[in-house]
């Protein structure tokens, strides 16, 4: 059959992929499975209810749950009407999502537990939300099956009618509107139709080596546009799809269930190499000696290249010593990995590559649907570590005079909801979707990812920098979790480092160096004297004008819940510019109450 809608994908699992284990999660300490039929049965009730209760077609849901099958089940029951999912993030603050749930013009509203109902019944009262409800039963609280037993009981009635509305349904038409996540200002609404989702998950489909009832681990949100694109990727191919119990259970789940794919983004992939780096610090002697040898290794494999004859030896030693415990530590039974959303430090994918565990980047955005370009294995020579991949067979890329990526494809957007001048600022009159991302083509074919148009600035001598390619190299010292590069129209570049603390921890014990709390291991001399060493390392690999002239450690986490970052991960540079102010006036020397030349004010 030709799967065109969303919801089509039903049907396609009913005829192709009838199976048990569709979705499955684990409750209660089981892994209980939902079949194709409860997928297809529970989503239509959920159509038959929300037509009972009125809902008609262009009518807006929003969610703001974990990832669950009735995440899966309430979007293609809203799909089937035609009804339009808005998919939030669960990290938001009280303002987002007031503006998003006022914004979207929503009329309903699924959260998947007490404490998300507890805190967003004031803003749900504020914007005069009708329907409130939780996927999570609770005795005293609207639970979401009261409107799919609505359903049932109006299935006989409303069976012709939702039939009617599905025929109706056109490719073009809305299916989703996915809020970006904003590191600058309110959030804007992408509208992405049926056809945006489909066309970009058949272009990806032949790329990847899936299977029917191949096991697949979920743990990015599903409102993230990435995770959602590939969870309709991996039910195109008859996948069973686990949804992690929760960010700290990912490692126990993917042994769980042997998972064979899995989507991510690379600060999982960062932190789950720091976690590896830190048991092998554990080790002592010679096995110490033969894990850090095997990561030198590693960082040397050259994926379309032939390695020498002793190259090959050592490295099948390796894998049989080292890495084979990084397969198991995964399940086994690894087919590949895809990392998106923001850039992958080349290493790791060598390493990974190293290790028997293919680590594939992309790249794409919320306004493409996402993907513009991946690595794959499909074919010889998709390959190319640096790059984000060849672009997909049917998007074309340009690069503009200015270096900036340009997109034309049926996966761009359809605009930004109720904002059609900002629509007009990135589509111009050719189609032509402006990306903001600075980028080449490496053999005039793999996509490569230089930096943020609007995050380039220029010292003070007119040199330009790319702080993403900067922050993306440091961030390879086993001692640094975060960088964030400053500098614009001063003399010099300079970074904020927050210290990878867990690897600071060991190496400051083993050089017997005492410390209270984080706040002064960072200010301790010989501290400062090791992250000195590890930024002229690196120093060596930039342009003079790009070198880190001055840094500062901070000990505070950066993470989504206070700000620094993104619910995409992503840094949230005008928070970090507010929050560090005092420290940045202090590397280049401001008093207070003054600012820099450039853009960003110290005291903002």
């Known amino acids: 059959m030709n799967i065109e809608r969303t919801f089509d994908l039903l049907e396609h699992l009913r005829q192709n992929h009838n199976r048990a284990d569709?979705?499955?999660?684990?409750?209660?300490?089981?892994?209980?499975?939902f079949s194709a039929e409860d997928y297809g049965r529970t989503s239509r009730r959920f159509s038959y209810g929300l037509m009972s209760l009125g809902f008609e077609k262009g009518d807006k849901i929003a969610t703001i749950s974990n990832n669950r099958p009735?995440?899966?089940?309430?979007?293609?029951?809203?799909s089937?009407?035609?009804v339009v999912h808005v998919p939030v993030y669960p990290s938001l603050g009280e303002e987002e999502y007031k503006y998003i749930?006022?914004?979207?013009?929503?009329?309903?509203?699924?959260?998947?537990?007490?404490?998300?109902?507890?805190r967003l019944k004031p803003v749900v009262d504020a914007v005069g939300l009708k329907h409130?409800?939780?996927?999570?039963?609770?005795?005293?609280?609207?639970?979401w099956s009261e409107v799919t037993k609505l359903g049932e009981t109006a299935r006989v009635k409303c069976k012709e009618e939702l039939r009617r509305i599905k025929d109706s349904i056109l490719p073009g038409d809305l299916a989703s509107i996915i809020y970006t996540s904003g590191t600058t200002g309110m959030p804007k609404g992408v509208m992405l139709s049926h056809s945006n989702f489909m066309s970009n998950m058949k272009a990806c489909a032949p790329l990847f080596p899936l299977e029917s009832g191949d096991r697949i681990l979920s743990f990015l949100p599903l409102c993230h546009v990435f995770e959602r694109m590939v969870n309709y990727l991996f039910q195109f191919k008859g996948c069973s799809i686990h949804y992690a119990e929760n960010i700290g259970t990912i490692a126990q789940n993917m042994v769980e269930i042997q998972a064979q794919a899995f989507a991510t983004v690379p600060r999982v992939i960062e932190r789950i190499y720091d976690k590896i780096v830190s048991k092998g610090e554990d080790l002592s002697g010679i096995k110490r000696l033969i894990f850090f040898q095997s990561l030198k290794l590693g960082e040397k494999f050259r994926v379309n290249g032939k390695h020498h004859f002793w190259y090959g030896l050592r490295l099948s030693l390796a894998r049989k010593l080292v890495f084979s415990k990084w397969q198991k530590a995964f399940g086994g039974q690894l087919k590949f990995v895809v990392s998106g959303g923001a850039a992958l430090q080349p290493r790791l994918s060598r390493l990974f590559f190293a290790a028997d565990i293919p680590l594939l980047e992309g790249y794409g955005l919320t306004e493409t649907s996402p993907v513009i370009a991946v690595n794959h294995l499909s074919q010889p020579d998709c390959l190319?570590?640096?790059?984000?991949?060849p672009v997909l067979n049917n998007v074309a890329v340009k690069i503009d005079e200015d270096g900036e990526i340009l997109v034309k494809g049926p996966n761009v957007m359809q605009g930004y909801y109720k904002a059609q001048d900002l629509s007009d600022e990135v589509i111009d009159a050719d189609g032509w979707f402006h990306t903001g991302d600075i980028g080449t083509l490496i053999k005039n074919r793999f996509l490569k990812i230089t930096d943020r148009k609007k995050e380039m600035f220029k010292t003070s001598s007119g040199k330009y920098i790319a702080p993403q390619?900067?922050?993306n190299l440091l961030k390879e010292s086993f001692f640094i979790e975060q960088v964030m590069v400053v500098g614009e129209n001063e003399k010099f570049a300079s970074a904020l480092l927050l210290p990878n603390f867990e690897y600071l921890h060991v190496w400051a014990h083993d050089n017997k160096i005492h410390f209270r709390d984080n706040p002064e291991l960072i200010t301790l001399p010989k501290v400062l004297k090791q992250f000195q060493k590890e930024v002229d390392v690196y120093n060596k690999q930039l342009g003079k004008h790009e070198q880190i002239k001055r840094f500062r450690l901070v000990w505070e986490d950066w993470n989504s819940h206070t700000g620094e970052l993104s619910p995409t991960l992503k840094l949230r540079r005008r928070v970090l510019y507010k929050k560090?102010?005092?420290v940045l006036r202090e590397i280049y020397a401001y008093q207070e109450g003054e600012e820099n030349r450039g853009k960003h004010k110290f005291n903002d």
């Open 132 to 143: 409130f409800y939780t996927f999570i039963y609770y005795e005293d609280l609207p639970h």
């Open 22 to 33: 569709i979705l499955v999660a684990k409750r209660e300490g089981q892994w209980i499975k």
């Open 580 to 582: 560090y102010a005092p």
């Open 101 to 118: 749930l006022e914004h979207s013009d929503a009329k309903m509203l699924l959260v998947h537990d007490r404490a998300t109902w507890q």
């Open 70 to 78: 009735e995440w899966n089940m309430a979007d293609m029951g809203m």
């Open 469 to 471: 390619a900067i922050e």
């Open 384 to 389: 190319h570590i640096g790059s984000v991949g």
């Open 80 to 82: 089937m009407l035609g």
